[in-house]
């Protein structure tokens, strides 16, 4: 391989890159990590080293680095049409292709998508159309959105209100007006003496009774990731999901399933609505769409919703340059055509699915873990002070730097949210790199428990 004039190349990136959800100043010190390669389960940095990626880059290269098909998608459709728009009532062939393509796999009468470049606008895309929708129907009031503290949509005006991180919200003057938060689905925090079953119920019930103080005609949406990813990875309890869809019917308000990470195989299932045995009204999706290889996002409607848009909404004032972009419909056709084909998202249920459960189980049992959750591929570990209880550091974040660190160290690519390590890996992972990441991550966790004195 070239050889990369490393410091110079992290100067240059100190002095001209802004990098996102990072302390640029602590970073330009210190020095980006430059990655230059990935192949399947791997990649490997400017230094040489290879990492394990049991983190998918950021919950997305669902197939795996390096499938040269994906480049010879995008080059054929750039060669023949680069680029095409939607606007002046025209199209692509791989648009068309995709969008009956997600018809097909997306749940229930999910069958209408909006296409845009990202998660974030997927979900402003959401939050315009859906007031838009009751806004024709006369109920212009009817507008507000609930999300959950500390959710996370995604990092535009209206995906970081939705949202529910403070952090974000301090930032730019957020959350925008009519949206609201309920508290999330945390167990392992806020569970007390409940069971985690009586307690999904509970924590659903919050919804009923923001409704309830709000007024039902208030309020237009529900909006809530199936898994709470970059909070640190909350899965609620079996019967928080089909309590939240009771409540939305009860009060017609429509029911938005954030699919940007649980889409497209991560839990074993296509789509985590599935997984929870739950029906949404509407979907965002993006990440595992392409497996990162492009950018798209789309919105996802049902019948219903899409009807009345094209039936009384007018002109939809609203779209992007690249909302039809061919090359990323191509690209996302060919991730799904792989997906399918070669039976990944079976394969990861059936096989893989219990396999790291076991072995996530195992780590579980560390000194250092709290609790060890998991759903299909996707999971963390709680660090924790004591494990006896279910309590965080004083110093709540930097263990879990700490532990990512070390697992850097020996290899492996795993993601810190507070003192949570999250997984998150490729699906095309074999029972052999699941051994890897266990050897690897109980390390880590050894070499953390050392570091503290324990
Ligand atoms: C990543 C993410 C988004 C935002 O997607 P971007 O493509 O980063 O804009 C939205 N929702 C969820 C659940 C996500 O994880």
Redesign the pocket.
Known sequence: MEHLDIPALQKLDAQHHLHPFNDNAALAKKGTRILTRGEGCYVWDAEGNQLLDAFAGL?CVNIGYGRRELGEAASKQMTQLAYYNSFFQCTTEPTIALAAKLAELAPGDINHSFFVN????A?DTILRLVRHFWAVQDQPRKNIFIGRHDG????TMA?ASLGGMKGMHKQGGLPIPDIHHIDPPFWFADGGDLSEDEYGLVAARRLEDKILELGPERVAAFIG?PIM??IGVYIPPRTYWPEIERICRKYDVLLVA?E??CGFGRTGEWFGSQYFGFQPDIM?V??GITSGYIPR?AAMFNDRVANVLKAQGGELAHGATYSGHPVCAAVALENIRILQEEKIVERARTEIAPYLAQRWAELGEHRLVGQARIAGLVGALELVPDKRQRGFFPDRGSVGVMCRDFALKRGLILRATWDAMLLSPPLVITREQVDELFDKAWKALDDTAQALGR
Do not use: C, L, Q, R
Request: charged residues 20%; glycine residues 24%.
């Open positions: 919950w990202s998660g974030s606008e979900n996370y949509h995604g990092t995906g990731e990813g970059a954030d940007v990470i965002p993006a990440k996002g």
